[in-house]
């Protein structure tokens, strides 16, 4: 009976012993799995903040790179600007030098101003091989109506976009886009346009789209040409027009002080001043610096005038008529010197509203954007080459 009790009594303690011992594992175990547990968190938000922080780094370097882009960018333009001050300057240092200090002999100057007219006498050297001239008017069409009396409306010459940009009245800053002609001919006035905001308002109507910058007029105290950027929104470049004594480039379009135009050959600047005031004036310009890289004075009056455009180098001057609401090209002058007025074939414009405050080509469709009467009209033109018989 004792070995059965002393029995029963070692084998409560042992199952006492285990079970403690149960309790102890159990415990041990449920501690491990806690720091599993917060192991496994902390790892996965050191993780995640591993993550986040990569993603910020690379972020601030492709911001630092664009930085660096821009920073360059920024330096290139410095560098153009700063050389576009010193021709500015030397350009008025020789409007507005000071006066000698010994007498200049007079043929001496004299001789100095013709090696000036020499050069812009030298002979054009074309860049494309462009001898399309135009035919006649082939048709006409009509769009719509936006817009006042007189203003621009064209697509970017150097582009094949397809956007239409819409300059109304001629001391304004804002740009109305569309993105195609279809757009701008169903739009409700300038509904469905885009609008792009000026720095400073252009002047006149002489103003044009070209390789996707708007090129125009900015009258002060000096005529200067604003090179906008129409994909960042920006200034690109600017320049004083170097043309003292400036007029109205057309007498039926006075606001109109420069016409600036483009073509297969690239930038060209319409003028007049007082030295040539009964005729127009032509300057071929490098679209990129706005610098001018040759001169002409043509035979074609400014009086009753009312706008011009260019093909391949030849400028075709636009003239009201006696007859009803019609004007004809009635001057045409040929860089190039292989088209002269009596080649030029007699061009009448259909009838119409009023007056052209601007007519632009573009030789992509062979068709001229022309604003008559806050009318916007399109002429479709017929071709031919330069020199045919």
């Not at 993780?47 to 360059?72: G, N, P, Y």
């Not at 469709?365 to 045919?388: C, P, R, T």
Request: aromatic share 8%; hydrophobic share 35%.
């Amino acid at each position: 009976m004792r070995v059965f009790l002393i029995l029963v009594t070692l084998t409560c303690l042992a199952n006492a012993q285990h079970q403690a011992l149960m309790d102890y594992l159990e415990r041990r175990l449920l501690a491990i799995e806690d720091r599993i547990s917060l192991w496994h968190e902390q790892t996965n938000r050191y993780a995640t903040e591993l993550r986040e922080f990569k993603q910020q780094m690379v972020a601030q370097i492709e911001t630092l790179d664009k930085d660096k882009e821009t920073l360059r960018t920024d330096l290139d333009s410095v560098g153009t600007r700063v050389d576009r001050v010193e021709r500015e300057m030397d350009y008025l240092e020789t409007q507005n030098g000071a006066q000698p200090c010994v007498d200049v002999d007079d043929k001496l100057v004299e001789q100095q101003v013709t090696v000036v007219k020499e050069k812009n006498k030298v002979k054009y050297a074309k860049a494309t091989d462009c001898r399309d001239m135009i035919s006649s008017i082939k048709a006409m069409k009509i769009l719509k109506r936006v817009g006042g009396p007189k203003g621009m409306w064209t697509k970017d010459v150097g582009s094949s976009s397809g956007k239409v940009y819409i300059f109304n009245g001629t001391d304004e800053d804002t740009i109305y886009e569309f993105g195609s002609i279809r757009d701008f001919t169903i739009s409700q006035g300038t509904s469905m346009a885009k609008t792009v905001k000026l720095p400073s308002p252009w002047r006149g109507s002489g103003h044009t789209v070209y390789n996707n910058h708007a090129y125009y007029v900015k009258e002060g105290k000096e005529l200067r040409l604003i090179k906008y950027n129409l994909q960042n929104g920006s200034v690109a470049d600017s320049a004083v027009f170097p043309v003292q004594d400036h007029v109205p480039v057309y007498s039926l379009t006075p606001e109109t002080v420069i016409d600036l135009a483009a073509d297969e050959e690239g930038l060209w600047a319409i003028y007049a001043t007082k030295e040539t005031e009964r005729h127009i004036s032509l300057a071929k310009m490098d679209a990129n610096t706005l610098d001018i890289e040759q001169m002409w004075d043509t035979p074609c009056p400014r009086e009753n005038a009312e706008a011009a455009f260019i093909i391949c180098g030849t400028v075709y001057v636009v003239y009201n008529t006696a007859l009803p609401s019609r004007s004809r090209v009635q001057c045409v002058f040929d860089v190039s010197d292989m088209v002269t007025n009596d080649d030029a074939p007699l061009v009448y414009f259909p009838k119409r509203y009023g007056s052209h405050s601007s007519l632009k080509y573009n030789p992509l469709e062979q068709l001229i954007y022309a604003w008559d009467d806050g009318y916007q009209i399109l002429y479709k033109l017929a071709m031919k080459k330069k020199l045919e018989v």
